[in-house]
């Protein structure tokens, strides 16, 4: 319908552009909640592509697939967040890559049932890979920090740490091992300075009982000849005093 008041504007609810056939190739107009879009059609009257806001509050870009399933989105909201989305020939979701609310990037791939299974992310300086079991919980997580030292975070299936290795800048190389209650029970490292190695086992209530190295100017110590038997290897166990204590005080 004209507009009497400006004759260059043309007011409706809805714009039709046929083909030579009369057949609805385009619609501009508001969908059902309110939200205008542009929808392109096929010779079937099939749709093709979709531009227009969504419900979710992002305005974006909807791709079906032959069948009539959704195929692809491209969208952006008002907080700035960008993605794009791959879908399946049953219009499951399973890939996304897209640009947080943080500004950060981030990929993430799903499984048949929609459940997230890998992504990748940026916090910051941190960069991050992630691989979750068919339940969506972590179970293994690596990274690499700020400082550029790189990590592996291995969880149990109630998401509690077990084993952390990791590379430190100047510590060097080590291995963190953790009971089901996520206590500290054994480290392995391997001094950065001098090369020595390291191992150290913890009791439950996460003090040192025992801390074993070897190095090549070490000498093989009593409590390892009684412990490990000679060995061609130099060879030092040190037991905490009160370990030694309570093993006299059973005795």
């Not at 996304?96 to 799903?110: A, R, S």
């Not at 412990?227 to 059973?250: I, N, T, Y």
């Amino acid at each position: 319908m004209g507009n009497e008041g400006n004759q260059n504007i043309v007011s409706a609810q809805e714009f039709r552009l046929v083909d030579k056939m009369g057949r609805v190739r385009a619609l501009l107009g508001m969908d059902d909640t309110g939200e205008p879009g542009l929808s392109l059609l096929s010779e079937k009257g099939e749709v093709c592509a979709v531009l227009g806001n969504f419900s979710d509050g992002i305005s974006g870009l909807a791709l079906p697939t032959k069948s009539g399933v959704l195929g692809v989105t491209l969208g952006a909201d008002k907080n700035g967040r960008q993605e794009l989305a791959l879908f399946d020939q049953v219009g499951h979701c399973r890939a996304g890559i897209g640009i947080g609310e943080n500004g950060e990037p981030g990929l993430q791939l799903f499984d048949k049932d929609m459940g997230l299974r890998v992504s990748i992310s940026l916090d910051g300086g941190q960069a991050g890979l992630e691989f979750n079991d068919s339940l969506g919980q972590p179970r293994l997580i690596m990274s690499v920090d700020d400082d550029g030292c790189p990590g592996i975070d291995f969880r149990d299936k109630d998401h509690n740490i077990r084993a952390v290795l990791a590379l430190g800048n100047d510590e060097g190389p080590g291995l963190a091992l953790y009971d089901k209650q996520e206590r500290l029970r054994v480290t392995l490292n391997l001094e950065e300075s001098n090369g020595v190695p390291g191992l150290q086992l913890y009791d439950r209530f996460g003090n040192v009982s025992s801390v074993i190295t070897i190095g090549d100017d070490a000498e093989l110590s009593d409590d390892a000849t009684h412990h490990a038997g000679k060995r061609s290897a130099p060879f030092k166990l040190v037991c905490k005093e009160g370990d030694q204590q309570a093993k006299k005080d059973k005795q």
